[in-house]
Structures are given as C-alpha cells and as structure tokens.
C-alpha cells in the first residue's frame, strides 16, 4: 500500500506543483499588465525579476552552492532564456490579450513534447492540444485584429521557454534548487538595465512598488521555484505537454482580473487544452 502510495506521489506532486506555478505567474502577469501605464513593459520586467532576485537569493542562499565549468554553461544560458522569456512576453502582451498571447508562447513547449516524443499516446495530447490551439487563436474574420508585432514577440517568448525547459532541467540536476536564485539573478543582471535606464523616474514610487512586490513573487520567485522542483521530477517531454494548460490559464487569468472576455469558441479550446495536460499527467512514463 505504501509503494502504490509514493508512486502516485511521485506522478501527481510534481504536476501539482507546475499547475499552481502556472496560476501564480498568470496572475502575476494579469497584474504586470496594471504596471504597463505607470512603467511600461520592460520596466515591469525589470521590477518583477529584481523582486523576483532578491526573494530568491534569500530564500535558497545560493552562495552556498559550488560552482564548477561543468554546470556552469547550462546555468548562465538557463538564466538568459529566462529572462528573455519574461522579457519578450511583457511586450507581447502590450498589444494582445493574455490568453492570446500565452497561446501563441505556447509553441515553445509544445515544441519540446513534439521533438521528444515516442509513444503514440504522447502524440494524442499534443494533437489535442494543437487543436485547442488552434480554437483559441483568433482565426479566419478576426485575423486582423492580432498585433503582429506583438504575435513576433510572443512566439520568440515561446523559443526561449523551450530553451528554459530544457536548460532548467539541466541545471537543476546539476545545481539544485538554488539554480533558479542563480537563473533569475543572471537575467535581472542581463535585463533589468534596460526598464531602469527606460524608466528610472518612476520605478520607486509609491504607486509602483505594492504591484512590484506582488508581480515578482506571483510571476517569478514563486513559480520559478516550483516549476525547478517539477522539472527534476519528471521527463521535458512530460513538462512540455502539461503546459498545454496554460493558455487556458492565461484566458481565465486575463477574464478575472483584466476583464478580457471568451467566446463559447475559445471556451471549447480551453476544454481541449484541459483534457490534453490531464491526458499527460495520467499517462506520465518514467523516463528522462
């Protein structure tokens, strides 16, 4: 009884840590979106990984750790993809709902369970989450209405999120927990520059600071840290398909708080997406 139990711990602990770090950074970046008229984009970037740093850096003390050439690498380029992740979709989502623009971020994991899959079944949930995809995206009449602009940096979002899924893994194996402290510390150094030099008048001010705090630990020292302890747990490919639930969060994220609406269509795209990452999840193969 107590094997069957740690099996099922070990399938359903690490998918509930990647679902409430999803809900956390959603949430985090319905409220980002708030910061845009007082900070801009790269501003609220800036805020939410030094935030992010600082709450990191505290928690998990990665002066600790023993750095060697050897997980070196694959932690200082885990660090840049993150933070340009953060980065190109803070700016995506100037100009396209969240649950859009998530949709569109979305290839870059969907890319990862594609390329790393084996079994017919995995290709099942990938299929059905394209077909979700495809549902949310707006298509066809309202085609005109996606920023193009805003689609271009969403997708290279998504190319640095597949990079982050493949990359975190490694370092985490390599690292520890105390790789995303280091991760998020080397893309507040590469990135945070830009929104303070863009916006150094008004990033301390008293109507920024209570929406920094909650962004930087909704949208980065919170999840990041779960998404570390999932990504050691279970294979990328596993990881990649059950972010197919994210847009769904996303769209749900933006409705509650930015009051951004869904048609029935986009309602039935949320429905496949759902059943793609539960379909993942309950069929989970140990492997790497």
Known sequence: MSQVSGRLSGRFVPVLLIV????????????????FPLVGASGATSLRLLVGAIALTLFFKPWRSRLTPGNLAPLL?????????????????????????????????????IFS?????????????????????????????????????????????ALYIIFGKKSGMKNGPTSVALGVSIATVCFAPIGFWQNSSTMFSLDVLPLALGVGVLS????????????????????????????AVGALSGMVILGEHLTWLQWSALAAIVLASAGATLTIKSGK
């Open 20 to 35: 409430i770090a999803m809900i956390s950074v959603q949430s985090g970046a319905s409220l980002a979106k708030k910061l």
């Open 77 to 113: 380029i885990y660090g840049i993809v993150l933070g340009g992740m953060n980065f190109l979709f803070y700016q995506s989502i100037l100009t396209l709902p969240l649950g859009v623009a998530v949709a569109f971020e979305f290839t870059g994991p969907l890319a990862v369970a």
């Open 117 to 161: 899959s084996r079994r017919a079944i995995d290709f099942l949930w990938i299929l059905l989450a394209i077909g979700g995809l495809m549902l949310l995206l707006p298509i066809g009449h309202t085609i005109s209405n996606i920023d193009i602009g805003g689609a271009l940096y969403a997708l290279a979002a998504g190319g640095c999120w």
């Open 220 to 247: 980065t020292a919170l999840p990041f840290s779960l998404e570390m302890m999932a990504l050691t747990r279970i294979p990328s490919r596993t990881f990649g398909t059950l972010m197919s639930l994210e847009p």
